[in-house]
């Protein structure tokens, strides 16, 4: 519906009932947020209607926690149901926001490798983490950001009330990583303002802000503490890291060096050992003798190893890739266009389920893929999911079974894909 046949709707519905005043104010604010591409939401009432809240719990949450290399995690996990408004409120207000252009995290045609770019050919970097990143951002804030987009405090509220869990973003709601880039963006300006008259690129993903120069720039560690602080966050000065030449650099776990950015050697490394012993001794001697029998998934594990170097190296991707021998899915290039094209978990899910699964399984394969579900599933190393259904490609029905596994780069997690054919 265009903005001004809503607007003679609405005036038209309240004609008679209430003052003409009144009706100016609501049309006038209807006009402000079709202006801006967003939903008419006029107050608390208001959102109960339109997300049909009526009967649902907004603190039902599952919480656990996930063993990472060197910390645990926790992930607040809202119920399917808190989910599925979440993502409406993500989809329908919050992607229309813009982001600063220092934000590579959660954003899309954005990732750790444009991140890390940002910072080649400079002498000085610095690396640092925002300590307790969501727990950190309190529903005031969210609040305050739904009033900045033109919501009144009512309905800014309720919408607030949605997307957070005892008064704070949860790690693990749809909506809490776009919710925080637009929470920082002002700190992120100011940040910007600060090293431009220094001579420093800014970047942010997520909680890891790098700043890098020709110069030194350690010296400006307290100026940038003070600007962080002044937005309520803390940095967690064990994870500071400075990094100068002669030595290696790294950014969001990638090496960065003068005109390109490169997986860490030690990860190569690692990876070509694990396919030399797999190659002379066989997977499963391989795996006994490094105490890993029981481990599952593992030739999937190998395979995403080289995916995730393809993404960074693409002809020393494409080496692993051609020689690996374990027995792996080999994705069809049309169907390896769906993770070309996709740059966030939702919209690679989204697409693929939308273009090759066929119509009777779609529901059962976009379960299988919710963020929440995975995460509570896959908190123990040893454990993998697999769902077999039918996709579409080529023109030609076929079975595939979809594999999801955990894996570590550096300090990182996250969960891989692979698609193997069951039945051709």
Not at 134 to 157: C, D, H, L, N, R
Not at 177 to 199: A, H, T, V, W
Not at 291 to 296: A, K, L, M, W
Not at 389 to 403: A, F, K, P, Q, S
Request: aromatic content about 12%; glycine content about 6%.
């Amino acid at each position: 519906m265009g903005k001004y046949k809503y607007i003679d709707r609405l005036r038209q519905a309240m004609g008679g009932k209430y003052s003409e005043e009144y009706i100016n104010y609501c049309a006038e604010y209807a006009a402000k947020l079709l202006d801006k591409n967003l939903p008419v939401i006029y107050d608390a009432r208001h959102v109960d209607e339109i997300l049909r809240l009526h009967g649902i719990k907004p603190d039902c949450y599952h919480i656990f926690v996930i063993a990472g290399k060197n910390k645990e995690r926790k992930i607040t996990a809202p119920s399917r149901e808190i989910k599925q408004r979440q993502q409406w409120i993500l989809e329908e207000i919050l992607e229309k926001q813009d982001v600063s252009d220092n934000c590579h995290g959660f954003v899309k045609k954005r990732s750790i490798l444009t991140n890390a770019k940002m910072h080649m050919g400079h002498k000085n970097i610095l690396n640092l983490d925002i300590r307790n990143f969501f727990p950190s951002i309190t529903e005031t804030m969210v609040i305050f950001q739904f009033q900045q987009m033109g919501y009144s405090k009512s309905a800014a509220e309720a919408l607030a009330g949605v997307c957070c869990y005892e008064g704070k973003l949860p790690q693990g709601a749809p909506t809490s990583p776009y919710m925080s880039n637009l929470i920082l963006k002002k700190m992120d300006q100011d940040l910007e303002n600060f090293c431009q008259k220094k001579g420093i690129t800014y970047t942010r993903y997520a909680d890891d802000m790098s700043f890098s120069s020709n110069e030194e720039i350690e010296g400006f560690f307290k100026d940038i503490k003070f600007i962080i602080g002044k937005y309520s966050f803390e940095i967690n000065e064990k994870k500071t890291c400075y990094y100068q030449d002669p030595y290696r650099k790294i950014v969001t776990g990638l090496l960065v060096k003068e005109n390109e950015v490169c997986i860490p050697k030690k990860f190569k490394r690692k990876f070509r050992q694990e396919i030399y012993y797999c190659r002379h001794l066989g997977v499963q001697r391989h795996l006994e003798n490094t105490g890993n029998q029981e481990r599952t998934g593992f030739r999937e594990y190998m395979y995403g190893k080289a995916y995730f170097i393809a993404m960074v190296e693409p002809e020393a991707g494409k080496k692993y890739l051609e020689a690996n021998t374990f027995d792996t899915f080999k994705v069809e290039p049309s169907l390896m266009t769906v993770f070309e094209q996709s740059h966030t978990w939702d919209e690679l899910i989204c697409h693929f389920v939308d273009s090759y699964v066929v119509e009777t399984d779609k529901k059962a394969v976009s379960a299988f893929y919710d963020r929440g579900y995975i995460a509570e599933k896959l908190k123990g190393l040893e454990t993998e999911l697999a769902l077999e259904c039918r996709i579409t490609l080529n023109g030609e029905e076929r079975w595939i079974r979809n594999v999801i596994i955990r894996g570590e780069i550096e300090d990182s997690e996250y969960a891989m894909i692979f698609l193997r054919d069951e039945k051709t």
